[in-house]
């Protein structure tokens, strides 16, 4: 049986969390956040908590229990506080900046990348060589910040390019080691 699945979901003051057979539409002060879950758990909400339950007979019932009650659990925490993610750019001349709401990057290549930004996505750029991805959605940011990290991956013999804050990266000698 799944530990995570068991624990309730706390709801926070100022959220609500409507259950409507499986799907799930939770609003908060930073937005809204729906999703359809599999029908091989029961999802109640109860005195503020949101439980997962096992459904008997169900194959993958003990599989989908923490999953559920993650996902669930990841919603709320980013309609009331958001999530964020900090990139970090390594390399002579690289740099961003801000183009209204999309990024600009400078990174080596002839011509400057543009990725716009996605909806309820936004970006801070500190200073030019940091960039925060922020949203409500833990997946939509996570997956944002993989596909600017993914215009220039970090090398292993400089250690020339976007990589997360606090990301180590494996170092080679190069030729000078033999």
Not at 63 to 75: C, F, P, S
Not at 147 to 150: A, L
Not at 174 to 177: L, R
């Given at each position: 049986m ?8 706390i ?10 057979g ?10 809204t956040l729906?999703r ?7 999802i ?18 003990n ?13 709320v925490?980013?309609?009331s ?25 400078l ?6 990348v ?21 949203g ?10 993989a596909?600017?990290?993914?215009k ?6 400089k ?14 000698l190069?030729?000078?080691?033999k």
């Open positions: 799944s530990r995570i699945g068991k624990h309730p979901v709801v926070p003051a100022g959220v609500t969390v409507e259950i409507d499986h799907n799930v539409k939770v609003t908060g002060p930073k937005g729906e359809t879950f599999t029908p091989s758990t029961t109640t909400l109860e005195d503020g908590q949101v439980k997962v339950d096992l459904i008997d007979g169900v194959a993958d019932s599989a989908q229990q923490g999953l559920t009650r993650t996902l669930i659990n990841n919603m925490v980013g309609v506080e958001g999530f964020a993610k900090k990139l970090e750019m390594t390399g002579v001349g690289y740099r961003a900046t801000l183009k209204g709401s999309d990024l600009e990057l990174l080596g290549y002839s011509n400057p543009i990725y716009k930004a996605p909806e309820n996505i936004t970006f801070e750029v500190p200073d030019n060589t940091h960039i925060i991805v922020k409500i959605s833990k997946e939509q940011v996570g997956q944002v910040a596909e600017i990290r993914m220039r991956p970090p090398e292993p013999y250690g020339k390019g976007i990589h997360y804050d606090g990301e180590f990266i494996r170092r080679k190069g030729k000078a080691a």
